[in-house]
């Protein structure tokens, strides 16, 4: 089993920063990728950001440029900084996690709230 646990969430205004964290324990040996997906009220989990073992990157064209996805694997944590934050990115922002060998993420963090408010 692996646990992930996030923080970093928060209250900011419009056009402000955050830098969420998640780290990894457990069966770690089993994780390849990480990532971060959101959940706005009322509309279905999305992807945010993925990023491989070895570096590889996935993200939407909604969040290029504003939010930018790392991982130490040394400190088995994943980083998820968001610039530029608008209001449509209020949801509650979950990290993920799976093996190489799944299509689906079958690790999941409690989730941190992200409110972008003035």
């Known amino acids: 089993q692996v646990q992930l646990v996030e923080s970093g969430g928060g209250l900011v205004q419009p056009g402000g920063s955050l830098r969420l964290s998640c780290v990894a324990s457990?069966?770690?040996?089993?994780?390849?990728?990480m990532g971060w997906f959101r959940q706005a009220p009322g509309k279905e989990r999305e992807l945010v950001a993925t990023?491989?073992?070895?570096?590889?990157?996935n993200q939407p064209d909604s969040v290029k440029g504003r939010f930018t996805i790392s991982r130490d694997n040394a400190k088995n944590t994943v980083y998820l900084q968001m610039n530029n934050l608008k209001p449509e990115d209020t949801a509650v922002y979950y990290c993920?996690?799976?093996?190489?060998?799944?299509?689906?993420?079958?690790?999941w963090g409690p989730g941190t709230q992200v409110t972008v408010s003035s």
């Open positions: 993920a996690a799976k093996s190489a060998l799944r299509s689906a993420y079958n690790y």
């Open positions: 457990g069966n770690i040996f089993s994780i390849n990728t």
């Open positions: 990023i491989t073992a070895a570096g590889r990157i």
